[in-house]
């Protein structure tokens, strides 16, 4: 199973993140390096974790020199340590310093995302239930944060407002209750001809039962519930509904969360609080 990126959208990140770095030129290189000369780097892994962002990177160095030649020997998704060298480019030496941050920074921050998420995904490997990601993510980053959570090994959930309904409490309050705010939703996707799935966040026991009461929905969301209080949620719900539990979910409290019987755990986590993988690109003197 391969990730489904969007090329244009790759593209177009590709073109703001030189636009961003190189304007009118890379002064220092092109004050420095003859136009016509070419050099050969490799790409220095100088941590342990998941390496992510390979395939971007490619990309990258072929943007800013069509005839680049990258000879890869890690792959993304593969473990990595200290001194493993995984790829290395050959191109014009101007264009792979102009290059060389743009696909530094983003490998990166993917291998970190991916080396978090594997360290969550392991540790219920044993159990029938999947790590999702959530749209706390790095504006106009989203796409490749959630690339390197599939590298991972975890599981994409929504990708934005558009193709997933999500009723939160703050949707809720503002709709007069979670039953008002779930009819609504029916009525809104009959209205608009729409077959997006929908979950809802519920707060406390009193809040699940009036979703049971109701239904319409595809998913309930168990938010910053204890695991005791998630037991009896998954045994009242009792299969009829897809079960998530979410809500500051740690590496010490996983386990526990996911003993409970739920289907999904929701963590923003992976996205917005992982460190970054340490890497670096060395130009191979001859």
């Not at 959930?157 to 009819?183: F, Q």
Request: aromatic share 8%.
């Amino acid at each position: 199973m391969t990730f489904q990126y969007d090329s244009e959208e790759l593209q177009q990140f590709i073109e703001r993140g030189f636009y961003e770095d190189v304007r009118d030129g890379d002064h220092t290189s092109l004050a420095c390096i003859p136009s016509d000369k070419r050099d050969k780097a490799r790409l220095l892994v100088k941590d342990k974790g998941i390496l992510a962002g390979v395939e971007v990177a490619i990309q990258i160095f072929k943007h800013a020199d069509p005839t680049a030649k990258i000879d890869l020997f890690i792959k993304d998704g593969t473990p990595v340590k200290f001194g493993d060298i995984a790829f290395t480019v050959e191109c014009n030496a101007q264009a792979l310093l102009q290059a060389e941050r743009l696909a530094l920074n983003t490998m990166q921050r993917m291998s970190g995302v991916a080396t978090m998420t594997r360290e969550y995904v392991d540790t219920v490997k044993d159990l029938p239930v999947q790590i999702l990601d959530t749209r706390k993510t790095t504006p106009l980053f989203r796409m490749l944060q959630k690339w390197a959570v599939f590298i991972g090994g975890g599981t994409n959930y929504r990708w934005g407002l558009y193709d997933w309904i999500m009723i939160k409490d703050n949707h809720i309050d503002a709709a007069g209750g979670v039953i008002e705010a779930i009819n609504r939703v029916e009525e809104y996707k009959k209205s608009k001809g729409l077959s997006l799935n929908v979950t809802v966040e519920v707060r406390d026991m009193e809040e699940l039962n009036k979703v049971l009461s109701v239904g319409k929905v595809t998913r309930i969301m168990l938010d910053n519930f204890t695991a005791k209080e998630q037991v009896k949620a998954v045994q009242l719900i009792d299969r009829r509904f897809e079960v998530e539990a979410s809500g500051g979910i740690t590496m010490e409290t996983l386990r526990a969360k996911a003993e409970t019987g739920v289907d999904y755990i929701s963590i923003g986590a992976l996205t917005h609080s992982n460190p970054s993988l340490d890497l670096s690109l060395k130009i191979m003197k001859d």
